[in-house]
C-alpha cells in the first residue's frame, strides 16, 4: 500500500478520483450536511472541472524530470511488457466496454414523461383586474383608435416602445433586442402574419400589463421574462403601443367579429 501511495502515478490517480468525487457529489452535498441549500452539479461543469483538476495534475507530475519518469513506469510496463499481458488484454476489453455502456446509457431512451409544450398564445381571461380596477376584457378595442386620435397615439406609443420594449423585442419588431437571445423563453417576433395578428388588441393589452408574471398555467413550464407592464406604464400608454405596434409591423389585429365565427 505504502509503495502505491509513494508513487506518482498512483498519487496522480487518487488525486483525480478525489477530485471527481468532490466536484460531483461534494459541491452538491456538502453544504447541505450543515443546513445550507445547493444543487446537483450540471455534467457538463462537472466535465469541465475534472478536465482541469487533470491538467493540474499532469502539470504537477510533468514539472519534475525525475516524477514524470516514474510516472509514466507503469503505463509503459502495461503497454509492451510480456508479463504484463493480461492486464493489457483486460484493459483491452474494458474501456472500449465502459465506453460503449456510457453511449449506450446516453442514448437509451427513458419512461421519463416528455418536457411539457408551452402554449405560445394561452387563452386570456374574460375579466382582470387593471391597477385596482376591474376591466372586461371580451369584446373591448383600443380607444386609441377614435378618429383623430390615432396619429397622436401612433406617436406615444413609439415612444413607450423605444423606452422600454426594445432591447427585448428588437428595433424591428422581430425579437432581435440585445437582451433577446438570454431568455428562454425568448421575446417573441411583434411583426409577421403568425404573431399579434393572430389576436385582437384586448389580448395584446393584457399580455403586456400582466406579462410573464400574469401568465396562465399553460403558459410555463418556463418563467417568461416579459415584465407585468401594469406597474409602470398607464392604460393609455398600453393602448398606445399596442396601436404602435400593429401599425409598425404593417398588420392589422384579428377583430372580435372574426373571433365570434370560431
Ligand atoms: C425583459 C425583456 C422584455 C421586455 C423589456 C419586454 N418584453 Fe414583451 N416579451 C418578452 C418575452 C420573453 C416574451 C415571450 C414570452 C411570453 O409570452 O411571455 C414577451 C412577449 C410579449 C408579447 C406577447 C406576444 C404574443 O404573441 O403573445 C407582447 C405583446 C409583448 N411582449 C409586448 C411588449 C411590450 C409592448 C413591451 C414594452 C412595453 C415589452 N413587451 C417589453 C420579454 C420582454
Redesign the pocket.
Known amino acids: 500500500m505504502k509503495r502505491y501511495l509513494s508513487h506518482p502515478f498512483w498519487q496522480a490517480a487518487i488525486v483525480l478520483a478525489l477530485a471527481y468525487v468532490v466536484i460531483r457529489w461534494g459541491v452538491a452535498y456538502l453544504p447541505g450536511l450543515i443546513g445550507i441549500q445547493s444543487a446537483p452539479v450540471p455534467a457538463s461543469v462537472v466535465l469541465q472541472y475534472t478536465l482541469i483538476a487533470l491538467v493540474g495534475v499532469l502539470v504537477w507530475v510533468s514539472d519534475n524530470e525525475a516524477r514524470w519518469k516514474e510516472f509514466k513506469e507503469p503505463i509503459h510496463a502495461v503497454l509492451v511488457q510480456p508479463e504484463k499481458k493480461l492486464a493489457r488484454m483486460g484493459l483491452l476489453v474494458l474501456i472500449p466496454a465502459a465506453v460503449g455502456f456510457v453511449t449506450f446509457n446516453n442514448v437509451r431512451p427513458t419512461i421519463a414523461a416528455p418536457a411539457s409544450l408551452r402554449s405560445?398564445?394561452p387563452a386570456p381571461p374574460t375579466q382582470i383586474t387593471f391597477q385596482g380596477a376591474p376591466m372586461i376584457l371580451e369584446g373591448l378595442e383600443n380607444p386609441m383608435r377614435e378618429p383623430g386620435h390615432e396619429e397622436a397615439a401612433f406617436e406615444r406609443g413609439k415612444e413607450?416602445?423605444y423606452?422600454?420594449?426594445?432591447?427585448?423585442?428588437g428595433d424591428y419588431l422581430n425579437?432581435g433586442?440585445h437582451?433577446?437571445h438570454g431568455?428562454n423563453?425568448?421575446?417573441?417576433?411583434?411583426r409577421g402574419n403568425g404573431?399579434?395578428a393572430?389576436?385582437t388588441e384586448s389580448?395584446?393589452f393584457w399580455?403586456?400589463a400582466k406579462?410573464?408574471p400574469g401568465?396562465p398555467r399553460e403558459?410555463g413550464p418556463w418563467n417568461?421574462?416579459?415584465?407585468a407592464?401594469e406597474n409602470?406604464?398607464s392604460a393609455d400608454?398600453?393602448w398606445a403601443?399596442?396601436l404602435f405596434?400593429y401599425d409598425q409591423a404593417g398588420i392589422s389585429p384579428r377583430t372580435w367579429e372574426e373571433e365570434g365565427v370560431e
Open positions: 405560445i398564445h413607450v416602445y423606452q422600454n420594449c426594445m432591447p427585448c423585442h425579437a433586442g437582451y433577446a431568455f423563453p425568448t421575446p417573441l417576433a411583434l404573431t399579434i393572430q389576436l389580448f395584446v399580455r403586456i406579462g410573464g401568465l403558459g417568461s421574462a416579459m415584465p407592464w409602470f406604464l400608454d398600453i403601443v399596442t405596434l
